[in-house]
């Protein structure tokens, strides 16, 4: 009678936990088999799928089947993303509980069943300071509409909320941060601010005005400091700091893909990346990395940055969402970004700081994204950590390589 051999695998539960795992009957007859041995091995609770490091590649591919797997092989753990997220609001004082726990479907939607569930989950805290600032806050509202002021209890909230989210989510998704803003601003109105839940965002959402109507009822939000504080008011991150920040750390990695790039877009991008080769401000390194990343992407730059003559109209008349790059003579260029034919903000710096601003007011207006940059802007979106849900299969394979 046949008896099968022992194996044991590499197991990479994280990039710095390395693990062997000793199978005494062999390598399982499913992948579904595999899971569970792994998973009851490791004492692991998330939800996960496995990768094996292919031998003629030399890279992680998704395991499909335990054909492709032998004895002393490496197998890689890939967390899943739950369905649902829960987000925990917490008093300005540690001691108070302004919140408890909430479910937050991914997939909900904003209809009057679903936001009555919603307010039934929360309950008001009992004591503290944040409690008689609330109440005293909410008391005034009623009287004679006044809202809260107390920038401290506002920006407490705000950084409570985006602390404790880590511990389930790194970044939660639009509408799940809105839905518990909403929820909150329910049970205390005196939180509203001007414009926000019922003026903007009411626009925005319901009537889906055209840009220049938008600029012309709004003109406040064009400018970069309210389009940073309306995006990080709908999802608790940091635009500039969070687009940056991930920008540079994925950097050294992505020029050593964008450099072993073939065919014709590998000519396109080792044509950008000469630019480098010389003296260069990160800045300008920010630029040629964005623009390369373009093409390595399969799509068009010039989708995405347009040379112009400044001034001309003419130039971006036409054009939905394009970031405008104006010729100064010999000094450094101008940035505008455009929506609609109409420019929208100007003086952006440089072409980094004008993706990130983009991002904002895609955000603020509830725009689409162009087709013919769904992956780069779904880059922006999701590998600058901008936003949490689920990678497309191109992106997903670039997001592998740059952990790699």
Not at 234 to 253: H, I, R, W
Not at 271 to 291: C, F, M, P, W, Y
Request: with cysteine.
């Amino acid at each position: 009678m046949f008896s099968p051999s022992p194996a044991v695998l590499r197991v990479i539960l994280q990039d710095h936990d390395v693990r062997k795992l000793f199978l005494p009957s062999g390598i399982p007859n499913t992948v579904d088999d595999l899971l569970t041995i792994v998973k009851e091995t490791f004492q692991l609770d998330e939800h996960f799928s496995l990768m094996y490091m292919d031998t003629d590649f030399g890279q992680f591919f998704t395991l499909t089947s335990t054909d492709d797997i032998k004895n002393k092989d490496s197998i890689k753990i890939i967390k899943k993303e739950d369905p649902s997220v829960i987000l925990t609001l917490t008093p300005v004082c540690d001691s108070d509980m302004l919140l408890p726990a909430r479910d937050v479907d991914q997939h909900s939607t904003d209809d009057q069943s679903s936001f009555s569930s919603r307010k039934t989950m929360l309950s008001a805290p009992s004591e503290g300071r944040s409690e008689k600032v609330l109440q005293a806050g909410n008391q005034a509202y009623f009287e004679d509409g006044t809202l809260l002021q107390n920038h401290s209890v506002k920006s407490d909230i705000l950084q409570k909320l985006a602390e404790s989210k880590f511990k389930y989510t790194a970044y939660p998704t639009n509408p799940q941060i809105q839905s518990v803003i909403e929820a909150l601003i329910e049970m205390y109105p005196c939180l509203k601010e001007p414009g926000c839940c019922s003026g903007i965002r009411h626009e925005v959402v319901n009537l889906n005005p055209p840009i220049k109507d938008f600029q012309e009822r709004w003109p406040a939000l064009f400018t970069e400091a309210q389009i940073k504080d309306e995006f990080q008011r709908n999802t608790a991150v940091p635009l500039e700091q969070t687009f940056m920040y991930k920008l540079d750390g994925y950097t050294p990695k992505l020029l050593e893909l964008l450099k072993a790039k073939g065919g014709v877009a590998g000519v396109k991008i080792k044509s950008k990346l000469s630019a480098l080769n010389q003296g260069h401000t990160i800045e300008k390194r920010r630029d040629v990395v964005i623009r390369s990343l373009i093409e390595y992407l399969g799509e068009v730059e010039e989708n995405l940055f347009k040379d112009c003559n400044d001034g001309n109209q003419e130039d971006f008349v036409e054009e939905v969402m394009v970031i405008l790059v104006h010729a100064n003579g010999d000094g450094e260029p101008g940035i505008s970004i455009v929506l609609e034919g109409t420019k929208v903000l100007t003086k952006c710096e440089n072409t980094g700081k004008a993706c990130a601003l983009l991002m904002g007011l895609i955000y603020s207006l509830n725009l689409q994204y162009p087709s013919t940059l769904k992956y780069t802007f779904e880059v922006f979106q999701k590998r600058m950590d901008l936003d949490g849900l689920k990678l497309s299969p191109k992106v997903r394979s670039l997001k592998n390589m740059l952990l790699m």
